[in-house]
């Protein structure tokens, strides 16, 4: 893999109080689409979006992006977050969430570069 990129720093990820995370994390949450998967920021950060994943049994995780390789860290109950550009679109000059995979190294050192079911919406 190749060097992990920096996103700035003053970049802060689409808040989720820690009750939701926490259902969330257990499986106990009505509507997981609206947790996990990647979120556009808004107002200042709307150039950003926040990629949530759940990976409990993990100890890394990097969002892969046809732009750059952004580490998440680990934020609640095995639920990893990430803030990456988001893609602007000439056109209509609105902002999108790129296409993206998932880079896992597992507490027993497995690793997987999978999708991320949440990445798509229901």
Same mark, same amino acid.
């Given at each position: ?9 003053? $970049? @802060? ?8 995370? $926490? $259902? ?6 009505? &509507? ?25 049994? $993990? ?7 046809? &732009? ?8 609640? &109950? ?26 896992? @190294? ?17």
């Amino acid at each position: 893999m190749s060097t992990v990129t920096n996103i700035n720093e003053d $970049a @802060v990820a689409v808040p989720v109080r820690q009750d939701v995370l $926490a $259902a969330v994390s257990n499986a106990e949450y009505y &509507n997981p689409h609206e947790v996990l998967g990647g979120h556009l920021g808004t107002g200042k950060g709307a150039d950003t979006v926040t990629v949530r994943v759940l990976r409990p049994m $993990a100890k890394k995780v990097v969002i892969l992006t046809k &732009n750059g390789e952004y580490e998440a860290k680990h934020e609640y &109950n095995g639920i990893f977050t990430a803030v990456i550009p988001a893609v602007k679109h000439t056109k209509t000059k609105s902002w999108s969430v790129p296409s993206y995979r998932v880079y896992t @190294v597992e507490i027993d050192g497995s690793e997987s570069t999978d999708d991320d079911s949440y990445r798509y919406l229901p």
